[in-house]
Every structure is written in structure tokens, then in C-alpha cells.
């Protein structure tokens, strides 16, 4: 059975720094793209970065430049390094993953993709 299981959530200061890990298991991870979507408080859900099976990687302009995503097919674990975080980026951040066949998938709901995790929250507030 698939598995994506996330942590490193938290309570952060606006300009302080995160980093989640998602542990992957259950499915082939090297064959998958995979994702970080959030959801904000009273928002809906937005789609933030993805890693495809190449280590290319993709971001939205907001978060680029100081959002690194990352992966370790070895240890079947994605990354998210979140720095200069700032109250607009709290929220539920879920990983998620699919079979690569081409484009990268940038969805914001769970039907997308073939596996998804249960999230972490991270709080940004002084």
C-alpha cells in the first residue's frame, strides 16, 4: 500500500525557516513526480513545487528563490526547504506524488495525483 507520510511543520517567525520531509513508500518513487501543495486558511488549495523524475524542478513565482524542493531516491524522501517564510505562506502543505509522463502535473486536488499525504501545518506568526 502507497504511503506519503509528512513532518516538519511548525510555529515559525515571518522571515524564519523550515524544512519538511515527505517518506515515500509502497510505489515506485524514482518513477514519480512529485509535489508540494498548500492550503491556506480560508483559501483553496495552491500548488507550490514539484520535482520531477529528472531532479528538474518548478516553482510558483511567489515562493522562488527562497523555496527549494528536493529529493533522495535512495532514501525515497522528498524535501521542501522553505526560508524567508512569511505569514502568506502558512498553511497545510501536502506532498504528493505522480507517474511521470511528461509535463509535470501542477494540481491543487488530491484526484490528481496517484498518491497524497496526510500534511503538516506550518504557521508563520511573530
Known amino acids: 500500500e502507497a504511503h506519503l507520510v509528512e513532518s516538519g511543520g511548525g510555529l515559525v517567525q515571518p522571515g524564519g525557516s523550515l524544512r519538511l520531509s515527505c517518506a515515500a513508500s509502497?510505489?515506485?518513487?524514482?518513477?514519480?513526480?512529485m509535489s508540494w501543495v498548500r492550503r491556506a486558511p480560508g483559501k483553496g488549495p495552491e500548488w507550490v513545487t514539484a520535482?520531477?523524475?529528472?531532479?528538474?524542478?518548478y516553482y510558483i513565482p511567489s515562493v522562488k528563490g527562497r523555496f527549494t524542493i528536493s529529493r533522495d531516491n535512495d532514501k525515497n524522501m522528498v524535501f521542501l526547504q522553505m526560508d524567508d517564510l512569511q505569514p502568506e505562506d502558512a498553511g497545510v502543505y501536502y506532498c504528493?506524488?505522480?507517474?511521470?509522463?511528461?509535463?509535470?502535473?501542477?494540481?491543487?486536488?488530491?484526484?490528481?495525483?496517484?498518491?497524497w499525504g496526510q500534511g503538516t501545518q506550518v504557521t508563520v506568526s511573530a
Open positions: 509502497g510505489f515506485p518513487f524514482g518513477k514519480h513526480d
Open positions: 504528493a506524488g505522480g507517474w511521470h509522463i511528461g509535463a509535470v502535473v501542477a494540481g491543487t486536488s488530491q484526484a490528481e495525483y496517484h498518491q
Open positions: 520535482i520531477d523524475t529528472g531532479f528538474e524542478t
